[in-house]
């Protein structure tokens, strides 16, 4: 069965600073990946996705993230983040022809000026 | 075009009442989903539907069923409310089953 672990509940950057969000996900094969925004009282907004490919991928909002097959992770990068990048994000995990996508249990980011 | 839309934003029932959860997207997506949110356990799937026609159930159905009305519509029923169903209901669409899917802005439910 397919599971996403997100280590960090909550994490404090000040504003400029780099940002690096964990995500570590269990699945037997190749997985399709996502990272997901969400703002207060918000819905969820797709960041960026990782079907196959290059293992770099770039979202939206500067954001980029990494997979590592070796390493079962799909961290979420950004090299200077703004006020307005605090929100809780989002890890999952989907499985090929399937249809569920399963959820980590989100990282709350503050950004402190 | 809207995305998807879900009604009503907020609503709070008494135990055992009964309410339907509406949600609509015009994106002419096969797949809709139905998750609840619940602080510190991330979005856990009640019911999804992958085309017109089809309902399956997803990791935490009980209590709740759901209709796939048309392409375009897919709604959640809870038939006699707990206190434990209190949560943020999203709806979720996706072109088809494995590709991103998109959600609504939810719905916030207090059962007392």
């Known amino acids: 069965a397919q599971s996403v672990t997100q280590p960090d509940i909550h994490i404090t950057v000040s504003e400029g600073a780099s940002l690096e969000l964990r995500c570590n996900y269990s699945y037997g094969a190749t997985p399709y990946l996502f990272w997901y925004v969400q703002s207060p009282g918000q819905g969820l907004q797709l960041l960026l996705k990782y079907f196959s490919g290059d293992t770099l991928v770039q979202g939206i909002k500067g954001f980029e993230a990494e997979f590592k097959r070796s390493q079962s992770s799909f961290n979420l990068r950004k090299p200077s983040v703004h006020w307005s990048d605090a929100a809780e994000y989002f890890c999952?995990?989907?499985?090929?022809?399937?249809?569920?996508?399963?959820f980590g249990a989100g990282t709350i980011l503050r950004v402190k000026s | 075009n809207a995305g998807v839309t879900q009604t009503p934003k907020f609503q709070v029932l008494k135990t055992g009442q009964s309410m339907t959860l509406q949600c609509a997207q015009d994106m002419n997506h096969n797949s809709m989903y139905w998750y609840r949110q619940d602080p510190g356990m991330g979005l856990r799937l009640i019911y999804y539907s992958a085309s017109e026609g089809t309902t399956d159930k997803g990791e935490v159905p009980n209590g709740y069923n759901v209709s796939r009305l048309n392409k375009r519509e897919f709604s959640l029923r809870l038939e006699s409310a707990a206190p434990s169903q209190t949560s943020v209901y999203f709806c979720?669409?996706?072109?088809?089953?494995?590709?991103?899917?998109?959600f609504g802005p939810g719905t916030r439910l207090t059962v007392t």
């Open positions: 999952a995990v989907g499985a090929r022809y399937g249809n569920k996508l399963v």
């Open positions: 979720a669409s996706s072109e088809d089953s494995f590709y991103e899917q998109y």
